[in-house]
């Protein structure tokens, strides 16, 4: 006994068959994309001053918390040509931590140098705990020390 399928219902066996790779692609895409945390990112642009954003997908760092990770992949500027930096480049994070609803960051002594295709200090700092802020709700205050020194009054 020989079961003989019609055109048509061929062809809608080929059409499933290539929803079902395509639903396939589609989970194996969307768990990639939830193995890390969604940051977004806020540069000013070089020409005209405009903030550019952003959005990364940091995966999980095992030596260091959520907070830190965006600290340091922020101080390391965009991956989008023609923006500034925030700081001059090698401004990095000495030391980090979160106490109630303040975060206390101590920045590195680089930071007091000017160069080009940066921004004025306070500009930065201000972009800093914007960026902070937003991807990080639950910080309030943000207090920001210079070699362990209070930065601004």
């Given at each position: 006994?020989?079961?003989e399928?019609k055109?048509?219902?061929k062809?809608?066996?080929?059409?499933l068959?290539?929803?079902?790779?395509i639903?396939l692609?589609s989970?194996?895409t969307?768990?990639?994309?939830?193995?890390g945390?969604?940051?977004?990112f806020?540069?000013?642009?070089v020409?005209n001053?405009k903030?550019i954003?952003?959005?990364?997908?940091?995966?999980?760092?095992?030596?260091?918390?959520?907070?830190?990770?965006?600290?340091d992949?922020?101080?390391?500027?965009s991956?989008?040509?023609?923006?500034?930096?925030?700081?001059?480049s090698?401004?990095?994070?000495?030391?980090a931590f979160l106490?109630?609803?303040?975060?206390?960051?101590?920045?590195?002594?680089?930071?007091m140098?000017?160069?080009?295709?940066?921004?004025?200090?306070?500009?930065?700092?201000?972009?800093?705990?914007k960026?902070?802020?937003i991807?990080?709700?639950k910080?309030?205050?943000i207090?920001?020390?210079?070699?362990?020194?209070?930065?601004?009054?």
């Open positions: 006994m020989k079961i399928l055109k048509e219902a062809i809608h066996i080929v059409l068959g290539m929803l079902l790779v639903l692609f989970v194996i969307y768990s990639i994309k939830l193995k945390n969604r940051r977004t806020i540069f000013p642009s020409e001053g903030l954003v952003e959005t990364r997908y940091l995966q999980k760092n095992p030596q260091k918390d959520s907070i830190t990770f965006f600290i992949e922020l101080l390391l500027g991956g989008v040509e023609r923006t500034k930096l925030l700081f001059t090698g401004t990095r994070l000495e030391s106490r109630k609803d303040i975060l206390y960051l101590n920045l590195s002594d680089d930071l140098q000017m160069g080009d295709g940066v921004l004025d200090i306070e500009e930065g700092v201000e972009l800093l705990k960026n902070v802020r991807n990080f709700p910080v309030k205050t207090q920001i020390f210079v070699n362990g020194r209070f930065a601004f009054e």
